[in-house]
């Protein structure tokens, strides 16, 4: 092997590397004989926003379900260096991860403010009134029940409601989907000042442009397999290929 050149010889040296918040190595996942994820591999840094982006069925929602112990996968899954791929989903959310689903989970029977006190109020979790102050709208609606909500009031809600908990990991699936853009446009600015404030966050999306103003690196999934990493400075560049990897 050649000797170091002079960059490397230079190079400051300003102590480890810091260490992942989530790690994830070799993800397999089955639903009965359907193996739908291959090896999927792939990190969060602490105060990171990461987007898995892909096509319908590509295995992302999976992918998230498998960190948060919903459904038994084979790998590993690390936490801040603990190890968490055998915990129940009750654990998992009580080391700091907080997941909203796809459907977003509401509960229809009960009102806003039944819906944002259902978790405990953890230290540093939002309590109502910084809920309410995020999104005014859900002060209005406050006593009406989930079932009557739109889908954007019912995505700030289950946002909402997992921040109570403090977590160090947010799991968000497709919280664009469906809404219109003014909507997105708000949950957009809401989660970008969550970043600001240093909240690590992995996002499934299948919005390009949404998951492009926040995240700082985007895994590409294609039938269960992470097939690319792009980060944020080359995605104008590569949109098109990106694109490519989302239309159907
Ligand atoms: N409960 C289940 N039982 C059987 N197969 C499932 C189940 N859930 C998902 N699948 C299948 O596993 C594969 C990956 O699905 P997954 O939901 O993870 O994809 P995705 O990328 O999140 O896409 P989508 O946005 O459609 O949810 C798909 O082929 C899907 O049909």
Redesign the pocket.
């Known amino acids: 092997m050649s000797a170091p050149g002079p960059a490397a010889v230079l190079a400051p040296t300003n102590g480890p590397a810091p260490a992942p918040l989530l790690c994830v190595r070799d993800l397999n996942a089955y639903?009965g004989q359907?193996h739908?994820l291959h090896g999927v591999s792939f990190d969060v840094m602490p105060g990171e926003v990461v987007s898995l982006i892909?096509r319908?069925?590509?295995?992302?929602?999976?992918t998230l379900k498998s960190v948060m112990g919903v459904i038994r996968s084979q790998g590993s899954v690390t936490l801040g260096g603990e190890n968490i791929t055998r915990l129940s989903s009750n654990a998992v959310a009580r080391r700091g991860v907080a997941w909203v689903p796809?459907d977003r989970a509401i509960l229809g029977n009960l009102s806003v403010r039944e819906n944002l006190e259902l978790p405990p109020l953890r230290p540093g979790g939002w309590d109502l009134e910084r809920a309410y102050a995020a999104f005014p709208v859900l002060r209005d609606r406050a006593h009406h029940p989930g079932t009557k909500l739109s889908g954007g009031e019912q995505q700030m809600l289950a946002m909402l409601r997992v921040l109570r908990g403090a977590p160090r990991l947010l799991l968000l699936d497709?919280p664009s989907e469906g809404l219109a853009p003014v909507i997105v446009q708000a949950i957009g600015e809401m989660l970008a000042s969550l970043k600001a404030q240093g909240m690590a966050i992995l996002l499934?999306e299948q919005n390009l442009s949404f998951a492009a103003r926040l995240a700082d690196r985007h895994y590409v999934?294609v039938n269960g397999q992470l097939v690319d990493e792009v980060p944020r400075a080359e995605v104008r560049a590569r949109r098109h290929e990106l694109l490519h990897h989302l239309s159907v």
């Open positions: 639903y359907s739908v892909g319908n069925g590509a295995g992302k929602s999976t796809e497709e499934v999934m």
